[in-house]
């Protein structure tokens, strides 16, 4: 009799304890008040930049086929393309190769701001241009192509995307380096008062260039066809008539934006550096423009280093191309009271 009373009294302890474990876990669970992790699933990028998936956020085929314009060039309208009517650059350049950073950054000659500035004279054509003629000034000589008509759909498509673009970056997407309305263009850089020394230019290629562009200048391609980095002379690179071919131009590009990623802030390249690279790299063969004789109808605004006469100075087309700029500035300002910055 006694075992079966400490028998019950066992199962009795026993359910009296589980009774009060589960008391306790619920005050447990009725007080506790850190919650539960939530759960984040691993992000898989669809696109490869922000501004990327920003522009197709959108849904809007319009700027989508603008943003492959900037980014895809010679896919979308360069020898690339399958459909020959479409093909209207002359090389596999990309509006990326010189609008860096898909034209946001700054003084990398960005475009996230340039709609607000046209219509602009320009002393080239020596008359107000609209967008659309600037974007064919480079398609006929930094992309060594044929004009594209105004009302094209590619064109069309291109001029809303930097509508698009300017209002898009004026707040963050992923991409703090977007350019202010200040920091267009090319930042400029005191030039070195002296002819270009080429032998030193070759040096700081070889140093400085080659790990992207390789020792013939002819640029990284990727798989597909396209350039990783850009062909610096040679067939398919940028004509002699493109504004890159100035040396005071490509030398402030470069010396502010190359290695490629160095920033305006924290140059690697000097001066001196970046002035006879760029002479280097300028003075190597590229295909030629037709009819540069009409360039500067107003001849004294043609910039310093224009590398192709008629000028309206006495100083041969070796000096315009090499340098010194020093005394072909003073010329201008003596004789016809301009000063020359570039």
Known sequence: MQDQIKKLAQILLVILLAYVGVVVLVFIGLFNTTKPEK???IAVPEYQTDLEAAVYATQDPSLQLGYEVLVNTSKVIGPLVANAAKRTTGNNLECISCHLNEGTKAFGIPLNTVLERFPQFRGRENKIGTIEDRINGCLTRSMNGKPLDANAQEMK??????GWLNKETTRDV??????KATEKGIKPMEWPNRPA???HGAEVFE???VLCHQKNGQGTKETEGQYLYPPLWGRDSYNNGAGMTR???AASFIKYNMPYGVSHQNPILTDEEAYDVAAYMNQQQRPEKAALLADFPDRTKKPLSTPYGPYADPYPV??????PYGPIADYYKKEFGIIKTK
């Open 39 to 41: 759960y984040v699933p």
């Open 157 to 162: 498509s291109l001029v809303a995307f930097l």
């Open 174 to 179: 992923g991409n703090s380096l977007y350019a």
């Open 197 to 199: 020394d080429l032998s």
């Open 207 to 209: 140093q400085q260039c």
């Open 247 to 249: 040396l005071l131009t």
């Open 318 to 323: 070796e000096q315009h191309q090499l340098g």
